[in-house]
């Protein structure tokens, strides 16, 4: 730990993270306290989780050269796996962590 952050200024910030994410997690049940959730908040919640996806997806590949080794590939045979796994189990969060797990793998390992 640097040698100007205090025990005092440690724990003073952890005390503030925390309560701002208190108040974050409480905020929509306080704003919507007779339980009827307005009509833009009911859409946003369906619309951006696949836009959410799209643009990780989007991230993930606009590095990849396909003109020079591995041409992409890691980045391909975990996308192949992600989908795959998806079809066949529908576990997000399964999919997600094979597919990562597999694409460090195969840079680590596979295509050095």
Not at 42 to 62: D, E, H, N, R, S
Not at 80 to 100: D, E, F, P, Q
């Amino acid at each position: 730990m640097p040698e100007n952050v205090t025990f005092n200024h440690t724990l003073l910030l952890i005390l503030v993270i925390a309560a701002v994410t208190f108040l974050l997690r409480a905020l929509p049940f306080l704003l919507f306290k007779g339980g009827k959730t307005p009509d833009i908040v009911k859409y946003l919640g369906k619309v951006m989780p696949p836009a959410v996806i799209g643009m990780l997806v989007i991230y993930c590949f606009k590095d990849i050269t396909l003109t020079s080794y591995p041409y992409g590939l890691p980045a391909f045979i975990a996308a192949a796996a992600v989908v795959l796994l998806h079809i066949w189990r529908r576990n997000t969060l399964l999919s997600i962590g094979v597919g990562t797990a597999l694409y460090m793998v195969l840079i680590q390992f596979v295509f050095k």
